[in-house]
C-alpha cells in the first residue's frame, strides 16, 4: 500500500491478523483482530502488516459517490 485518502470517512475492523496504522498527525497504532478504527475524510493515512503475517480488514467507506474513492498522498 502506499499512503493515500478518501473524501469521505473510512471506518475499519480487524478481523484477522495484526497491522500498523499510520495516520497524518498521530503516532503509529498496532492494531489487532477485534480492534476498529476511523480516519477523517481528506485525511493521509497508510497501513501495513505487522511482522510476516497476513492481515484482513473489513473497511466501509462513506464518500461522495462523484468522487473518487481514493487519492494518492502528495
Do not use: C
Not at 473510512?10 to 480516519?39: F, H, M, W
Not at 484482513?56 to 487519492?71: C, E, I, Q
Amino acid at each position: 500500500m502506499q499512503p493515500d485518502a478518501h473524501p469521505g470517512i473510512e471506518t475499519g475492523y480487524v478481523l484477522e491478523g495484526e497491522l500498523n496504522l499510520l495516520v497524518d498527525g498521530q503516532p503509529e497504532k498496532t492494531l489487532k483482530a477485534g480492534d476498529s478504527y476511523q480516519i477523517p475524510a481528506g485525511v493521509v493515512h497508510d497501513a501495513k502488516a505487522h511482522g510476516d503475517k497476513a492481515m484482513k480488514v473489513l473497511g466501509v467507506y462513506v464518500v461522495d459517490k462523484t468522487k473518487p474513492l481514493a487519492s494518492p498522498a502528495p
